[in-house]
């Protein structure tokens, strides 16, 4: 059964800090991985990865996919209030329009 | 002009009515999807149409009917409701030409059941 794990849970930083977020994926037949993030209402989009080692960058936020290892890790840098935030990663196999989303990271940001 | 817009955006009942979730996507895309969202955040897939045809069905309680009546269009019917059916309700589109893969979603329909 295809399997998606997201660390840490939640996670509370200082503004300015760096963190950096995981996905774990168990997909069979991996083809892509989105990252969204949500604040109250719905997801919003941040990446599309499909190839390993090739960063993606907006601004203070990057991500970079290891297909190898099967995880992605969702960076950001000099990190603002308006980052707190749910981040959400899903994976999807080839032949298929099934996203599955993690559990999550809760990230806080405080002034 | 809002891209994937639901109604209502929040509805309140009682156990054991039957209510309906309006989805409609104005982006021009095949694929439309329901989500649930529980209190914990977690966001699970329920069902799937590609151009009015289902392609993803989860388990998910046949008391829960999606209908696409069109591709624009994406509705969940939800008989006897029970507690365990609270939670927001997410409707998506499935990105095309240079959105391909991204999903876009809708602001979420709140359900709580009494």
């Known amino acids: 059964e295809d399997k998606v794990v997201q660390s840490p849970l939640s996670l509370v930083v200082h503004e300015g800090d760096t963190v950096t977020l995981n996905c774990s994926y168990e997909v069979t037949n991996f083809r892509s991985l989105l990252w969204y993030k949500q604040e109250k209402k719905a997801p919003t989009f941040l990446f599309m990865l499909t190839s390993s080692g090739i960063e993606k960058k907006s601004g203070r936020l990057s991500s970079i996919l290891d297909k190898k290892e099967l995880f992605s890790i969702l960076n950001i840098t000099a990190t603002q209030t308006g980052d707190s935030a749910i981040y959400l990663c899903?994976?999807?196999?080839?032949?298929?329009?099934?996203?599955?989303f993690g559990t999550g990271t809760r990230l806080k940001v405080l002034a | 002009d809002t891209a994937v817009s639901q109604t209502p955006k929040y509805l309140v009942t009682q156990m054991g009515n039957d209510k309906s979730i309006k989805c409609e996507q104005n982006l021009g895309h095949d694929t439309m999807y329901w989500y649930k969202q529980d209190s914990k955040k977690f966001l699970k897939i329920m069902f799937s149409y590609n151009n009015k045809e289902l392609i993803i069905n989860e388990t998910v309680p046949n008391r829960f009917s999606p209908k696409s009546p069109d591709k624009a269009h994406l509705n969940l019917h939800i008989n006897s409701l029970e507690l365990g059916d609270s939670a927001v309700y997410f409707c998506a589109s499935l990105g095309s030409g240079t959105h391909t893969g991204e999903l876009f979603f809708g602001e979420g329909s709140r359900l709580t059941v009494l």
């Open positions: 899903a994976p999807k196999a080839s032949g298929t329009y099934k996203y599955i």
